[in-house]
């Protein structure tokens, strides 16, 4: 494992990786919720966290030039004096590098509103498998885009190493209304009137009972009493609009025979919903051996029927689940904890994420939202694409790393390999 | 030329043009003003226009299914009855296609609040060199994301045939502000003075004197007294925000010493405005020989200089200059008439432009904004790219079109030929 202090040591690691014939694995802080940063047998790990200072913001272009190992809430710290911030946020923003945002592709609640890493990275300075460092800017900047080629391929194409980011003006104003249901498609059919009604949240979740009764446990008092799911939804933007719009996102959930419909009386009050929605994770992590999350996304009008078969596949290997969906974009999280100690539960594990995977396909999604590929999903790849396109991605990979060094095994099977 | 009815035609088409090694030119409505859709010696030129249907609109996913021969325009009146639009609105946008939109990912005057068609793409389905039909989705949907490596790829990576496009609403309410002033500085001061308030403008266009001229000629009356230039901002969304930040536009430009502004009434007067800085450009079309426009973007508080050299570099080749700048993004179009027949006239053009290139990189620009490479800025880019990005470019390409069929000799060199 190597800490290269700057670019010239991260070209320097690739060089001699490349020499040497050593594949590499790059890695910022290691949030990644699919593999793509865990190393390889006789890999060399370039760990980015010392990369890690804001070079530069500029609040008239508003941008702001990065290295790629400093984290995403170092990002928001420097923009916030400005009035402005960067768009995405993953859950894990407070300790997620930019290299990573941008090796992922990296969304959050706000993504529906606001759109993911790759809408709001400008140009990123990369190293290449052999070596070279070149400057990556977007489509607009003339000729073929290697920028959005080189978002989301999860440490395949090369290390970031800086990157320029844009920054949006921080909404003036934010209201948080939560709803508690008795019914999964009332909740479903809220959410579709919420949208419908031209509403643009910056956040629309979906959190359902098995989630809502751990939060009922960590954070008492703080959720509506017990219902079969509820909507947590922030509006943002000028006081006028937001006001309208909080009214009008009340007014669908009793419309839908929400039980209980609750507006913040405030910005922190709001806040506390949101610390306790997190905090439900928290909670869960420490109370069981292990909880990956999964992700998988659907078209919004399948969401409900797809937290059913998720359900019923939980049932069926006898595991317990615990998930929240980004109602916005169909993106729905479960979290299934299991004993990675004990071979029966790890089966039953793979046989449930084959299964969601499959049932999640045959809705019309896809395996993956913003959790990407890794090592997790890399058989799910053949079922989702034709061997046309994960050709196409396989020539991609080879036109910027033509030794297969760089991360291999993940995304595309290693080498020429078979799937 | 061959104008395919469906995508077997179009597969077809491409799959005897591998066999028989003849290049092949793809054509929408050949509006590009790069040179991009250009037939060169003994190519096939395979001409969309016939996959002109839009095949679905979903107001609830706000998403519409097109054939890519489609006009923007038959796309926006699909939409329409939604309350949904698209955003990329190219000045062309009557007669471009959509496949036209995706190859050179097209922006227009609200690209800088909305996006370019690169945001706006779900989906495409592509006829490769070889003639397979492939299906690409964005990075969302897992590993490599080779959709956004062909929007804007110009024609060299395949011809898109179907695309899944996002739809937003449309915003309530419009309200255009126009303000002349004595300066180019205090106009750029009241762009920038409007960005620095977080408006964020649907459109904030920067007008100089010579187009100014053109359209009191085109338009008289329409537009303020003369002026050095003139800022034409429009603002949408919600109805109390509209009228707040109409009221901070209006009072910044005071602030920045304008000559006069003007609120327009309504949306009609609104439109009229619009509609007069459009035809300005037809006119000078139909008065001069040929009138290219051309598309260099620098960093925003470079634009000033931007302009003022490239006055200067006009009056330098004896060329007029009449020029709109998209103040948000910083980009710049010149209009300069010559005359094709005139030997003298199109090297002085030649010179003009390459200079112009050659200026807005030293400003810290890109030599184009919109308006993609083609065959115009060919040499220009070894001046905006470095060999390893340039062959990371030739990488992607051949990675899609092994043979180098498709569209050669746009964007870069034909085979693997020199600069």
């Keep these: 494992v190597v800490f290269p202090a700057g670019v ?151 290390i970031a190493v800086t990157a320029d980011l844009r920054l949006l003006p921080t909404p003036r104003r934010r209201r948080t209304v939560v709803a508690g249901f008795a019914d999964l498609s009332d909740t479903m059919a809220a959410a579709s009137g919420i949208v419908a009604a031209r509403v643009i949240p910056a956040a629309l979740e979906f959190i359902e009972s098995g989630l809502l009764g751990v939060i009922a446990q960590s954070s008492p008092g703080v959720f509506p009493a017990p219902a079969a799911a509820v909507l947590l939804v922030e509006v943002d933007g000028e006081e006028g609009e937001v006001e309208h719009d909080a009214d009008l996102v009340a007014r669908i959930c009793g419309e839908h025979r929400a039980l209980e419909v609750r507006r913040a009386r405030d910005q922190a009050e709001g806040e506390a919903l949101w610390a306790a929605r997190r905090a439900g994770y928290g909670y869960l992590a420490r109370v069981s051996r292990s909880v990956p999350t999964m992700d998988v996304t659907v078209p919004r009008d399948r969401l409900v029927e797809m937290i059913q078969q998720a359900r019923e596949l939980a049932d069926e290997h006898g595991l317990d689940l615990y998930a929240v969906a980004h109602a916005g974009d169909g993106n729905l999280h479960p979290a299934v904890p299991f004993d990675p100690a004990d071979p029966d539960s790890v089966r039953r594990l793979d046989d449930f994420r084959w299964q969601l995977q499959t049932a999640c396909l045959s809705l019309g999604g896809s395996i993956t939202g913003e959790h990407g590929i890794g090592v997790e999903k890399l058989s799910g790849m053949k079922l989702q694409h034709s061997d046309e396109v994960l050709g196409g991605m396989r020539a991609l990979r080879t036109s910027f790393d033509p030794g297969g060094l760089m991360n291999p095994g993940k995304v595309l099977p290693a080498g020429g390999g078979a799937w």
């Excluded at 890695?27 to 070079?55: F, M, Q, Y």
């Excluded at 800017?137 to 073929?144: H, I, N, P, S």
Aim: with cysteine; charged share 20%.
């Design 8 to 158: 010239d040591e991260v070209a320097g690691c690739l060089r001699a990786a490349s020499e040497w014939g050593v594949p590499v694995v790059p890695r910022g802080a290691g949030t990644n919720l699919s593999g793509g940063s865990l190393p390889i047998e006789g890999c060399l790990v370039v760990c980015t966290s010392r990369l890690d200072r804001v070079l530069q913001v500029d609040p008239v272009g508003r941008r702001a030039k990065v290295q790629c190992g400093v984290t995403n809430e170092a990002v928001q710290r420097a923009a916030r004096p400005f009035g402005l911030f960067f768009a995405p946020d993953p859950s894990s923003m407070k300790v997620a590098t930019i290299g990573g945002c941008l090796a992922e592709n990296a969304g959050g609640p706000r993504c529906a509103k606001y759109g993911v890493t790759l809408n709001h990275v400008l140009a990123a300075e990369v190293v290449l498998a052999d070596g070279s460092v070149v400057e990556l800017r977007g489509a607009e900047d003339g000729g073929l885009d290697l920028l959005s080629a080189f978002v989301g391929s999860e440490g395949t194409l090369g």
